[in-house]
């Protein structure tokens, strides 16, 4: 048996970890492994390395990918994909393990459906958007980098008793925004989901001020609903001038770094889980983490749905913060 393995869309610090337990647990089974370079747009020109134990020794703590990712325009047509689908004929792949986020799995899926290919899915997105799993490969780091930065925002924050409008990742979701946001104690938090009309934001924010000593804190998400800090920046000049108000955008630090143990012990599982699910036959899945339990998931059934967030935790943020 032989499989391939390749990371796409999107990087997240973790997805070397999930590549070294997929290629490691196949070794394990004597299964044959080759890794895909740079997503589909690798597979598209038959950009293969071979992978075994040693090639993937001491990648588990390094953010980014070895295996490189892209994005790729032709692998969103089918003459892009049947060149994908002869290439995985050509080294013999019996199966692909795509590590990736939603459009990785459309792709997968499509390619699967027209072609005839396993392929398991391995969900690894910042954005922590996918059905299926409880939490995405990377996630968990990208909290922690938002919070340290927002951390040290607040330092300078409060020396100059400033008003920070600060814009992190996620342009569907909110689940960073939520989540740094009650982690660094901001003092508002503007989500796509939870969006509020502005002038509630004003009244909210002149509520603030008023108690507020120090520095005050909006974390915002960046995208399409919200419009990002700039824009809300723009809205709030009119009527909050007087207030020293600065926007801070971390944008591509939050994808960075080194994986936390929780992102490396999650990869680390479902990189596992995904060869156990191909030994065991089965097919067009995604293997995933819910309530502590590694679960499997039609790969269909894991994009194109709204992954919620947890309202209960934006409620309990309003009373906190
Ligand atoms: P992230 O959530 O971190 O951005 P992602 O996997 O969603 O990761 P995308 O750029 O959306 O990243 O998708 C990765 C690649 O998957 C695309 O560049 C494209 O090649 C392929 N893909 C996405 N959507 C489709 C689709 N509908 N049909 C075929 N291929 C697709």
Known sequence: MKIAILTSGGDSPGMNAAVRAAARTASHYGIDVVGVMFGYRGLIKG???????????????????????????????PEGRAKAAENLKSVGADALVAIGGDGTFRGAT????????????????????????DETIGYDTALNTAMDAID??????????R?????????????????????????????????????EIKSKLKETLKVQKRSTLIVIAEGEKTGGAWHLEDQLKEDFGKYDMRVCIL???????????????LASRLGYEA???????????????????????????????????????????????
Do not use: W, Y
């Open 47 to 77: 950009d293969f390395v071979d992978l075994d134990r040693n090639s993937v020794s001491g990648i588990i703590q390094r953010g980014g990918t070895v295996l490189k990712t892209a994005r790729s325009e032709e692998f969103m047509k």
């Open 152 to 161: 040290k925002i607040r330092d300078t924050a409060d020396a100059h008793e």
């Open 251 to 265: 944008g591509h630090i939050q994808r960075g770094g080194s994986p936390t143990a929780h992102d490396r012990v």
């Open 163 to 199: 008003l920070f409008l600060v814009e992190v990742m996620g342009r569907h979701a909110g689940f960073i925004a939520l989540e740094t946001g009650i982690a660094s104690g901001a003092e508002m938090i503007i989500l796509p989901e939870g969006l509020r009309k502005i002038g």
């Open 275 to 321: 060869i156990n699910a191909i030994r065991d036959g089965k097919s067009k899945i995604m293997v995933g983490v819910i309530n502590h339990k590694c679960v499997i998931t039609p790969i269909e059934q894991t994009f194109g749905k709204i992954k919620e967030i947890n309202f209960d935790l934006l409620k309990m943020a309003k009373v906190l913060n």
């Open 110 to 133: 499509i390619l699967s459906k027209e072609h005839g290919i396993n392929v398991v899915g391995i969900p690894a997105t910042i954005d922590n958007d996918l059905i299926g799993s």
